[in-house]
Nanobody
């Protein structure tokens, strides 16, 4: 079965950290650029970060630069999103998406993805 599965979400205090995972099954994740997205209640989905398929170049939205780090382990068919210095406004459902791009990557929510995960909830609250 072809799917992406996110995990690692949870409840964390402001200033805390979480590491999200995006694991692929049924296809080779290394052939895809991966984007991370989030959607808070009552808000539109927004892009957070992305990583290219072959050379692992990363890009970030301004509001997470310096706090979030995306990485990939193609041998494990998994992409990670390390989130540090979390803020209450980071609370959202976080998704990963796979894009079959030979060059670059995208975290544009309007860009059609080949696969989406089901999301993992991140709640930042004291």
């Amino acid at each position: 079965q072809v799917q992406l599965v996110e995990s690692g979400g949870g409840l964390v205090q402001p200033g805390g950290s979480l590491r999200l995972s995006c694991a692929a099954s049924g296809f080779a994740l290394g052939r895809y650029a991966i984007g991370w997205f989030r959607q808070a209640p009552g808000k539109e989905r927004e892009g957070v970060s992305c990583i290219t398929s072959h050379d692992g170049i990363t890009y970030y939205a301004e509001f997470v630069k310096g706090r979030f780090t995306v990485s990939r382990d193609n041998a494990k068919n998994t992409v990670y999103l390390q989130m540090n210095s979390l803020k209450p406004e980071d609370t959202a459902l976080y998704y990963c998406a796979a894009h079959k791009l030979t060059v670059g990557c995208t975290f544009d929510p309007q860009w059609k993805a080949d696969y989406w995960g089901q999301g993992t909830q991140v709640t930042v609250s004291s």
